[in-house]
């Protein structure tokens, strides 16, 4: 009994390691004891009010990560807000184009600015469309706000316009209250003029300037500008400062006029002015 | 037979804290990216063991690890086990002159141990999946223990009681 009691005592280290060895693997095989989720739950209770209070310390790591996600997110979401904006804004000069489209009764062929020029003195767009689309030169070119300039020049598929800001374009214009005539020019710097204007004419700041039924470039009515000053170029005419109204900055989407010049008219006129010698 | 209830009071708290830490705050140097994490109480077990003996570090590595087991709501009695047998081998580590609670000894006592104890607690993890055991020793043991051992380099800056005997450091 001495014996057993001392051998006990010698290897005492292994017989504790042995029972909490069978402890742990008693827990192991009754893991769905309910004694043992009772005393789980209790534990995770108390221990829940501890962690709660420590949980409020922020995570400096996770909110980096966080941080950068949202910065990522935020950058993807501008551009599909940046996206959508540009399908709005393309999406209203569409609407407006077709509706314009559809209430003239001229035949028209829609064109993108495909390229423009606004700092020279003889300005010019070039267009996405050319003779394989039936489009000539000396069509006009227009946009729903009015008159853009005429087709100088042409290929297969692109076409170049002299617009209204080109100091070779002159057109023939009217003033649509008055029914003044005058004849429109760029004078390369900054405005358009219109000019061969009676001193006594009834101009006045406001007044809305059309093509004039005289021009055989283009057809009459087509809206052009705004009056936005008046004065006297001389003893006998006046000067009149015209505001476009087309906006030629932000000028994307055009329709060339499928109008010629009438050439019965345009030889006779011609014949008349320089008779044969 | 004399019982310290000081150092059994000490290790109570320092277990309880660390337990506290491992299962609050251990993500504030966790690497997420690897989901690799660093045992702490480990650590104290292996000092426990060391310092105190066989039946000490297994009945500290019992119950330590029972609770660890109830609070993470994982297998009941896995890490018990594994902190057990791992503490109790600590205590083989035990000297006289205290040479593993030393500086570098202690870190290869805390690499070596911290393998055992990864390994009893992922190979029985494990146990039933598809998953090879050599994935899980490249995966989960290894860099585990590795990170463990290196957090453990934090003790070797702590400052030591002058009753230590480093005698054996200018032995031969």
């Known amino acids: ?277 | 037979m004399n019982i310290d209830y000081k150092s059994i009071i000490r290790n109570a708290i320092l277990l309880f804290v660390l337990i506290l830490v491992q299962k609050s705050l251990v993500w504030f140097i966790s690497l997420s990216q690897l989901n690799l994490s660093p045992d702490l109480v480990i650590i104290a077990l292996i000092y426990i063991g060391v310092r105190e003996g066989k039946i000490s570090g297994a009945v500290y590595g019992f119950v330590a690890g029972l609770l660890l087991d109830v609070l993470s709501g994982s297998f009941l009695g896995l890490l018990a086990l594994s902190y057990t047998v791992s503490a109790f081998i600590a205590g083989f580590f035990q000297t006289e002159n205290d040479r593993f609670l030393v500086r570098f000894n202690f870190i290869i006592a805390v690499f070596a141990i911290s393998i055992l104890s990864n390994f009893i607690y992922f190979g029985l993890f494990f146990q039933g999946t598809p998953i090879l055991f050599a994935k899980v020793m490249l995966l989960y043991i290894f860099p585990s223990s590795t990170y463990t051992t290196i957090i453990s380099l934090v003790y070797t800056i702590l400052p030591k009681k002058k009753g230590y005997d480093r005698s054996y450091l200018s032995e031969s």
């Open chain 1, 1 to 277: 009994m001495k014996k057993l009691g001392q051998l006990i005592l010698n290897i005492k280290e292994y017989l504790i390691l042995s029972v909490l060895i069978v402890f742990s693997l008693a827990f192991l095989f009754s893991n769905d004891n309910t004694q043992v989720r009772f005393l789980r739950a209790v534990a995770v209770g108390m221990f829940g009010t501890v962690q709660s209070g420590i949980s409020s310390i922020p995570n400096v790591f996770e909110l980096q990560q966080e941080n950068k996600m949202l910065r990522e997110n935020n950058i993807r979401l501008s551009n599909e807000v940046s996206g959508l904006k540009e399908s709005k804004l393309e999406n209203i000069r569409l609407t407006r184009s077709l509706s314009f489209k559809e209430s003239t009764g001229l035949g028209l062929v829609s064109a993108n600015v495909v390229n423009k020029s606004l700092i020279q003195t003889r300005n010019t767009i070039t267009l996405n469309v050319g003779e394989n689309d039936s489009v000539y030169i000396n069509m006009p070119v227009i946009t729903d706000a009015g008159l853009v300039g005429r087709i100088v020049s042409t290929s297969k598929n692109y076409s170049i316009a002299q617009i209204l800001l080109n100091k070779d374009l002159r057109v023939t214009v009217k003033v649509q209250r008055s029914r003044v005539d005058g004849i429109l020019s760029y004078d390369g710097v900054s405005s358009l003029t219109a000019t061969n204007i009676p001193k006594n004419a009834d101009v006045v700041v406001g007044d809305v300037i059309i093509t004039s039924e005289y021009s055989n470039l283009f057809p009459s009515g087509l809206p052009i500008g705004t009056v936005t000053e008046t004065g006297n170029l001389d003893n006998l005419f006046k000067k009149i400062e015209i505001t476009p109204l087309v906006n030629f900055l932000s000028l994307e989407n055009v329709f060339v006029l499928k109008y010629l010049v009438n050439k019965e008219r345009y030889f006779l006129e011609k014949s008349y002015q320089s008779p044969k010698k």
